[in-house]
């Protein structure tokens, strides 16, 4: 399966990320700016297990603790991370979701 640049380096995204400081934290610790990658934790034809194939970034956090994310696709921002967990394990099962705090240390 083809997927765009933005798709394709999340993994690499991430490693950079946690390899230059960058944290992972918990669901109820995100904050604006803090990054979601999302790991293939169910067999799926087209991304392989373990794979870390996707990225969104945390836009805001509501006062009840809800985690809003966009990502480059325009029916997706500010949207739920509720929501999109649903759809994403509709779509290809069983999900593990990373939030990484950036913390760069690179300058």
């Known amino acids: 399966m083809y997927h765009s640049r933005s798709w394709a380096?999340?993994?690499?995204?991430?490693?950079?990320?946690?390899s230059n400081g960058g944290t992972e934290v918990t669901k109820a610790?995100?904050?604006p700016g803090d990054v979601i990658f999302y790991?293939?934790?169910?067999?799926?034809?087209?991304?392989?297990?373990?794979e870390?194939?996707?990225?969104?970034v945390v836009t805001s956090v509501t006062p009840d603790?809800?985690?809003?994310?966009?990502?480059?696709?325009?029916?997706f921002q500010?949207?739920?991370?509720?929501?999109?967990e649903h759809i994403a394990a509709k779509n290809h099962g069983e999900q593990r979701i990373h939030i990484v705090r950036p913390h760069p240390d690179w300058y």
Request: glycine share 8%; charged share 20%; no cysteine.
């Open 9 to 18: 380096l999340a993994k690499g995204l991430h490693g950079f990320l946690v």
């Open 29 to 31: 610790e995100a904050l």
């Open 39 to 50: 790991e293939q934790v169910a067999p799926d034809p087209a991304e392989p297990q373990g």
């Open 52 to 56: 870390i194939y996707h990225a969104v």
């Open 65 to 75: 603790g809800d985690v809003k994310l966009s990502q480059h696709t325009s029916s």
């Open 78 to 84: 500010n949207v739920s991370l509720d929501s999109r």
